[in-house]
């Protein structure tokens, strides 16, 4: 029901930004959560941050809290992931999810896309 398509991954050194985008569709889109996960070679996935559908409402992981910001355009169905003051330990593959409910979990999500490189050199 739901179709995930990340973009906006690349090469950046250390301390640029990058813009992650995740463009959805499906009928029931307006009804779910997003949210944003990374996960490096060898490491588990974790939370990143994620983002309510209803009023915008965001929560980070402590790692990138202050650096990273979440938005929202509902006109283009697309939730996009601001990244400043990028480091190496950034360097991942970044997925967006869509759930029923959000969660710091990736468990909880229903919808996946299939990633998108971020590689941060010093």
């Known amino acids: 029901q739901v179709r995930l398509v990340e973009s906006g991954g690349g090469l950046v050194q250390a301390g640029g930004s990058l813009r992650l985008s995740c463009a959805a569709s499906g009928r029931t889109f307006n009804t779910y959560a997003m949210g944003w996960f990374r996960q490096a070679p060898g490491k588990e996935r974790e939370f990143v941050a994620t983002?309510?559908?209803?009023?915008?409402?965001?929560w980070y992981a402590d790692s990138v809290q202050g650096r990273f910001t979440t938005s929202r355009d509902n006109a283009k169905n697309t939730v996009y992931l601001q990244m400043n003051s990028l480091k190496p330990e950034d360097t991942a593959v970044y997925y967006c999810?869509?759930?029923?409910?959000?969660?710091?979990?990736?468990?909880?999500?229903?919808?996946w896309g299939q990633g998108t490189q971020v590689t941060v050199s010093s």
């Open positions: 999810a869509a759930g029923g409910r959000w969660s710091v979990v990736p468990g909880a999500y229903d919808y």
């Open positions: 983002i309510r559908r209803d009023d915008g409402s965001a």
